[in-house]
């Protein structure tokens, strides 16, 4: 497969490859655009595979001091530079957990350029308090002992116990490639997810088909609460993946593969 590697005036940078219809990736927190790998490589025959690396991660790494405030509406409208540097007129937005949260701002702010979005491991509702007090000690944490020593704790508990035990070498792997983290950029991130408002009510109005991927042992963003949003939309696609926890690209890669393809192929039906 061949990517090209594309760049704002920001720096925010972003992958892309194949042909067809165009589909955005945002990848969430403690991960970089590539945790999408697997997905692109199958979908990119089919579609135009769009992914950025979100401002302060990873190639896009410079592009975080560029931002105009410290929210998800501005990664949001990050996100509509790279449509119009693209001239995308509409396309399908996929977001993994805090990038489904970013989904849901751009979701609000551009419905219009949207024909469809899905929420992978995602929620619509704002964070109760026991969510941020939780949040608040990995913030105190990322202080107290850096970016690196939170991750290797962090990282492995995205992962279904089974899968963690089977797969060991992928979680690592994973863990490797966020190493490089910045601690005042997930502290930052962080503090976006804290303040982000209650979207389910965008969910009830949206009037195009939502996908929603979950994991039963998803211990990020919780089986219950997934299925708690599911029935707002107007037309929703479903697809619970049984002993996932939080990153089933990876962890049951093929039927998130697949589910996307067949929601994004629906989506180019109509
Ligand atoms: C993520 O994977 O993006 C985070 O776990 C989301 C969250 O903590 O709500």
């Known amino acids: 497969m061949e990517q090209l ?3 704002l005036p920001d720096h925010t940078s972003y992958r892309i490859s194949g042909n067809g219809k ?27 595979c769009i992914v950025p690396d979100l401002p302060g991660i990873g190639i896009s790494e410079p592009a975080f001091s560029a931002l105009a405030d410290h ?22 937005l ?10 849901l701002a751009f979701a609000e702010k551009y419905p219009d350029l949207l024909n469809g979005f ?47 035990a089977e797969h060991y ?23 976006m997810m804290i303040r982000r408002p209650d979207r389910t009510k965008l969910l009830a109005g949206f009037q195009k088909p939502i996908l929603f991927i979950m994991g039963t042992e998803d211990k990020a963003v919780n089986l219950s609460d ?17 002993s996932s926890g939080h990153m089933g690209m990876i962890e049951n890669s093929e039927r998130t593969t697949i589910a996307m393809k067949k929601f994004l192929m629906h989506l180019n039906e109509n």
């Open 169 to 191: 070498n992928q979680v690592i792997e994973h863990l490797a490639s966020s190493l490089c983290f910045d601690a005042e950029v997930l502290i930052a991130f962080y503090e």
């Open 94 to 103: 996929l977001g993994h957990s805090m990038g489904g949260y970013i989904t």
């Open 22 to 48: 165009p589909v955005v990736f945002l990848h969430g927190f403690g991960e970089d655009g590539n945790i999408w790998q697997n997905q692109v490589n199958e979908l990119s025959k089919q579609f135009l």
């Open 226 to 242: 997934s299925l708690a949003q599911c029935h707002l939309p107007v037309e929703s696609h479903i697809e619970i993946l049984e």
């Open 118 to 164: 899905g929420l992978i491991h995602s929620s619509a509702f704002a964070d109760n308090e026991e969510k941020i007090s939780t949040r608040e000690r990995s913030i105190a944490f990322i202080r107290a002992n850096g970016a690196v020593k939170f991750l290797e704790q962090m990282i492995p508990g995205l992962y279904g116990e089974k899968f963690r």
């Open 5 to 7: 590697i594309k760049c």
């Open 71 to 92: 929210s998800l509406e501005a990664m949001a409208a990050v996100i509509k530079k790279i449509a119009d540097q693209e001239v995308l007129q509409k396309f399908t």
